[in-house]
């Protein structure tokens, strides 16, 4: 059994960059033990202040691989690096397989990045729960860009949109024509598309689609016009590597974008409301259970939808009215 | 919604051992057991895999041997955890070697040897008993 810290002393190494206290916060609110919001309390005010980059796509396209060379971009920077790297949990046992960690190796010794792999636990849209508080943490504990990398994702998985300041959607040849490029969802979160393992045949017409289709959509004069990157991300020979430096460029004319037109209030503001939404979501679900806890009432209702004597609607406004606002 | 705590596990091979079937058979068996796995791979130093069960936080460390550096490895494996006052997490072993080696390991400061053969039930109920206790 683990030894137990009091939760300020351990913000307060936190705040001085301690690994390990980060380590066991991120626990702690990970699997939503008592502290949690109290830790969240205490970490707050020490961020908002770091660069987050979120990074998405379909499973094996390369996004780990990617993540690996820009850390190692930030860090010639000078920069303390914070990487998320999220993966699915089993639907049936509730375990993972969590292997993004073994793409990023190169800075293993680097005390200047720090990795945390997470478990979706069946939240959808490509994170988990936790990667909100997660990335509050990396940027309390000193880190001043923060990689999200989400789970493989499909068409519709585009939460990272609302943390990320820069999102990058990472695409390989042979992923479909400029009809695939031009649908909702995803391709359209993408401030940057990288079209990765552009060593393949089929890339120049899988660039051709994907440009061709980002033309297609309206943008206004002076908007960020998403644009598409292709690299190769991994490569026996280092020479062998391409569009790395390309891409590292875009994301900071990317962030240099947001500065200057302001658009970074926006995504702060989008963030703060989505997060502040979860977190309502979370607890009203949480207060109308304890309510109905012992009164044998949830059995109740649930058996009553079931046999169609009331439906989950005004089962829901019933309850809202009992247990929500009591006397009104 | 309360939620349970879940054993974090990280499953790695340390040294020039370019076997990791029995690592990924493993791995894949504690996650079918409801476990968090974080599978580092192979060629690892015992300072990367002591600093990533760090930052992941990990309950438990599994290591897999099977070409023969199981007392070499081990040890340093050990000293690393010291060093980073990182010694309180279940550091167990498997793969294949002598079995009058196993004393000596334990005596090295592994928790619990799993030699190949080993029952899967055998490996999850050890986890289970001393990650929950």
């Not at chain 1, 206290?21 to 830790?39: C, P, Q």
């Not at chain 1, 073994?102 to 936790?130: C, E, F």
């Not at chain 2, 109920?125 to 001393?130: A, E, N, R």
Request: proline residues 3%.
């Amino acid at each position: 059994m683990k030894k137990k810290l009091n939760t300020s002393e351990m913000v307060n190494r936190l705040l001085a960059g301690d690994r390990r206290s980060a380590a066991r916060l991120i626990t702690l609110v990970e699997n939503e033990m008592d502290d949690h919001h109290e830790v969240m309390s205490l970490v707050y005010p020490h961020t908002g202040q770091a660069m987050i980059l979120g990074i998405t796509g379909a499973g094996g396209t390369g996004k780990s691989t990617l993540t690996d060379h820009l850390i190692g971009k930030f860090r010639e920077q000078g920069k303390k690096v914070g990487v998320v790297v999220v993966d699915p949990s089993s639907p049936f046992s509730g375990g993972a397989f969590l292997g993004d960690r073994i793409r990023l190796q190169s800075h293993s010794q680097d005390d200047g990045v720090y990795i945390r792999s997470l478990a979706s636990r069946g939240y959808l849209g490509g994170l988990s729960r936790a990667t909100y508080d997660v990335i509050r943490i990396m940027e309390a504990m000193g880190n001043e860009v923060v990689i999200v990398e989400t789970l493989g994702a499909g068409q519709d998985e585009v939460d990272v949109i609302h943390i990320a300041h820069t999102c990058l959607v990472v695409v390989t040849p042979g992923m479909g024509d400029d009809i695939q490029a031009m649908k909702a969802g995803i391709m359209e979160i993408a401030d940057i598309i990288v079209l990765n393992k552009a060593d393949l045949d089929g890339a120049d017409r899988s660039l051709r689609h994907l440009q061709g289709a980002l033309t297609v959509g309206s943008f206004e004069e002076g908007e960020w016009m998403p644009r598409v990157v292709p690299t190769v991300s991994a490569a026996n020979k280092p020479e062998d590597l391409q569009g790395i430096d390309e891409l590292t460029v875009t994301i900071a004319e990317h962030q240099a974008y947001l500065r200057k037109t302001r658009a970074i209030e926006r995504v702060r503001y989008n963030r703060v409301e989505q997060e502040l939404g979860l977190i309502f979501k979370d607890e009203l679900q949480k207060i109308i259970f304890k309510g109905l806890k012992g009164t044998g009432k949830k059995r109740e209702y649930i058996e009553s939808i079931i046999e169609q004597r009331k439906d989950p609607y005004s089962v829901v406004e019933e309850v809202l009215n009992t247990y929500l606002l009591p006397g009104e | 919604m309360v939620m349970k705590k879940r054993i974090k596990v990280l499953v790695t091979k340390v040294g020039l051992d370019g076997h990791d079937r029995g690592a990924k058979v493993v791995s894949s068996l504690l996650k079918e057991a409801g476990m968090e796995v974080i599978y580092l791979g192979m060629f690892q130093r015992p300072e990367s895999i002591v600093k990533a069960a760090i930052d992941e936080d990990v309950d438990v460390i599994g290591l897999s041997y099977l070409s023969g550096e199981h007392l070499i490895f081990t040890p340093k494996i050990v000293d690393e955890m010291k060093k980073n006052n990182f010694d309180d997490v279940l550091l167990i072993a498997g793969g294949t070697f002598p079995a009058e080696d196993i004393p000596t390991m334990e005596e090295m400061g592994i928790d619990k040897v799993f030699r190949a053969g080993s029952l899967t039930k055998s490996i999850v109920d050890y986890i289970k008993d001393h990650v929950e206790e």
